[in-house]
């Protein structure tokens, strides 16, 4: 059992930046990989930025160069650094965690991000 916790969220203008920080409730060690998902009103939820336990990250084009996924091992927190915010990130962001010894998948809460001017 994992318990994810987003925070950052918030309202910024085009070309701003926000950091939003999850906090797992066990060791991030078991937790392969650690994601943020991102999903507007009418779209559907996509992977925005992944990380692994051997730290390789993962991101789609559309926030390549802009968006950095880390972690914190001992404040079992990864982060999602958002530099250069459009209005098409607009969306509410998920932390997403794999606890490999029960091949189960959790979700924090989300938290809204809101990029307009």
């Known amino acids: 059992q994992v318990q994810l916790v987003e925070s950052g969220g918030g309202l910024v203008q085009p070309g701003g930046s926000l950091r939003l920080s999850c906090a797992a409730s066990?060791?991030?060690?078991?937790?392969?990989?650690m994601a943020w998902y991102r999903q507007a009103p009418g779209k559907q939820r996509e992977l925005v930025a992944s990380?692994?336990?051997?730290?390789?990250?993962n991101y789609p084009e559309s926030v390549k160069g802009r968006f950095t996924i880390s972690k914190d091992n001992p404040k079992n927190t990864v982060y999602l650094q958002m530099n250069s915010l459009k209005p098409e990130d607009t969306a509410v962001y998920y932390c997403?965690?794999?606890?490999?010894?029960?091949?189960?998948?959790?979700w924090g809460q989300g938290t809204q991000v809101t990029v307009s001017p």
């Open positions: 066990r060791d991030i060690f078991t937790i392969d990989p």
């Open positions: 997403y965690a794999h606890l490999w010894a029960t091949s189960r998948d959790y």
């Open positions: 990380i692994s336990r051997r730290g390789s990250t």
